[in-house]
């Protein structure tokens, strides 16, 4: 009797303390304002049936233009998007802020670091952050000089014949250059169109199956998803690109390594300090997926669109090829970039941050809110919370930026310019200890191929900036693809 009675109390206080934390977390979430949404039939009709064009502007829409903070329901799940870059800093810097929501497990690398939670995030950063630092990307310049000229002779069967969309090389291009870096040197590039576009398509497939599914959440639970064609795609884009692409990757380093292949990369290789930790099978598939993903969409777009900006945009890649000269001499052709010379690359490090905050790659973060969050304005986010920060809202924002913010002008970044603008209004790889492992590789290798392509060729192109459409396919696409037509350059 005595038993019963205190279980029942116990079940009581249960469901007294459970009411509680809920009735915190929606007095919170009510204090919230609504984002711009369209909450009629027709809206919601319009959100459940959404492409991924049609979800990009639907997002941005509703992450009103203002400099607040607002909330969206998806379903059960609270969505809170932080327009203010003050609020970003807070979030990015808060020890509470670290995981990411439990949908990002829909990306099937929850062991791996850009999607894991506190642990194994933590310790798999550590052993990764030597090999991402200046140092550590040193080691891998002789990868990007050799790839990036590898480029220049594949792209020369384009040379004066039309429009094309550099996106597809790319791609093939830094898929080749991230498994070369782990110590695996496959032929992507040159296996012609069809296996180049196939290859791209199928992580393109992918990377849009899980964005849908993110903001569908009746797609949330697996029992759910598992029924769609959607699903289908997915796993069939999973088994012909990652898995079978990690698979190969370990298995070559596995192998170089009984074999005592002591190559120069030995001492400076993080490839062979993650399969000789105690990391188990499953976290070291992941890793290697994710940094595959990681590296190999978002540097190929983001030197696409700045190919095609600078194409838009012919003054200023003038402006970009008279450093070149300077600093390579009047040449179609370096034979090694070296790290002192991209250092001296002041001008196109502008141009490129300048494409980077109006075509920022990763569009939108996500965060859990592992407590409650004060802001700066002393409101609270409720703990429990789906932070959002709408990185291509924030960087086109013009309470940030100014009148002019939709239009591209490098010289905004420069230092004098630059110090007028809030440090958390340009977050292209965000900030904080989450911030972007790659931002160095990124931006190391995207000067190479930057250098090599300008010198080589004058680009050129139909599309106008003010005409371009957006996709969320989890990165953020042009819709009309990255067409530009490349001539040879007069000396
Ligand atoms: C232009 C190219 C790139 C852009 C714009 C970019 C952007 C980003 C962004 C916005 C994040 C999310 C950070 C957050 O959630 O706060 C991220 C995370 C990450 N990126 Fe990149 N990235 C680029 C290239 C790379 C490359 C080349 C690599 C690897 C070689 C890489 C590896 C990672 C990893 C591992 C994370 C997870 C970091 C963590 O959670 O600790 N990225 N990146």
């Not at 798999?124 to 220049?152: D, T």
């Not at 802001?375 to 919370?385: M, T, V």
Request: charged share 25%; glycine share 4%; net charge neutral.
């Amino acid at each position: 009797m005595i038993v019963t009675e205190i279980l029942f109390f116990v079940a009581l206080f249960m469901a007294i303390k459970l009411l509680w934390q809920q009735r915190r977390f929606l007095y919170l979430a009510s204090k919230i304002p609504k984002s711009n949404f369209d909450f009629s039939l027709k809206g919601i009709y319009k959100f459940l049936t959404a492409d991924s064009k049609e979800l990009f502007e639907m997002s941005y829409g509703s992450f009103n233009d203002t400099e607040g903070t607002v909330k969206t329901w998806l379903g059960h799940v609270l969505m809170v998007i932080i327009g203010n870059p003050e609020d970003v800093k807070i979030v990015m810097k808060s020890k509470d802020c670290i995981d990411k929501p439990k949908f990002m497990k829909f990306f099937r690398a929850p062991d791996g670091v850009l999607f894991g939670d506190y642990e194994p995030w933590h310790a798999h950063r550590k052993i990764l952050n030597p090999y991402f630092n200046v140092q550590g990307v040193k080691a891998f310049i002789p990868i990007f000089n050799e790839k990036s000229k590898k480029l220049m002779k594949c792209i020369k069967s384009v040379e004066g014949s039309g429009e094309f969309d550099v996106f597809y090389y790319l791609t093939a291009l830094a898929l080749e250059t991230v498994m070369k870096v782990m110590e695996y040197d496959k032929e992507i590039i040159n296996t012609g169109s069809e296996n180049r576009e196939a290859y791209v398509k199928y992580l393109r497939d992918f990377l849009k199956s899980v964005s849908l599914r993110i903001f569908k959440p009746w797609l949330h639970p697996d029992i759910f998803y598992q029924q769609t064609k959607t699903y289908q795609e997915e796993q069939e884009a999973l088994k012909q690109t990652a898995l079978k692409f990690s698979a190969e990757i370990l298995e070559n380093i596995r192998n170089k390594s009984k074999n005592g292949d002591n190559n120069e990369h030995k001492s400076k290789s993080f490839m062979r300090e993650l399969t000789q930790s105690n990391l188990n099978e499953n976290e070291i598939n992941d890793e290697i997926r994710t940094l595959m993903v990681a590296a190999q969409d978002t540097t190929a777009l983001s030197s696409s669109s700045i190919l095609l900006l600078l194409a838009m945009y012919k003054d200023i890649q003038v402006k970009v090829v008279a450093e070149l000269h300077q600093v390579f001499g009047k040449t179609h052709e370096v034979p090694y970039i070296d790290h002192d010379q991209l250092n001296q690359l002041q001008y196109l490090e502008l141009v490129m941050n300048e494409a980077m905050r109006l075509t920022p790659v990763v569009p939108i973060v996500f965060r859990l809110a592992n407590d409650e969050l004060t802001l700066s304005d002393g409101s609270k986010i409720p703990k429990g919370s789906n932070i959002i920060i709408p990185i291509h809202r924030i960087q086109r924002n013009k309470k940030f930026w100014g009148d002019d913010a939709e239009q591209f002008r490098p010289d905004r970044f420069e230092k004098e310019n630059l110090e007028k603008i809030h440090p958390y209004a340009f977050i292209p790889f965000t900030k904080g200890s989450r911030m972007c492992l790659g931002y160095r590789y990124a931006m190391t290798l995207m000067k190479i191929q930057l250098s090599n392509f300008l010198l080589r060729y004058e680009v050129d192109t139909t599309l106008k900036f003010e005409e371009l459409e957006y996709e969320l396919n989890t990165t953020m696409n042009i819709c009309q693809g990255y067409m530009i037509s490349i001539k040879k350059r007069e000396l």
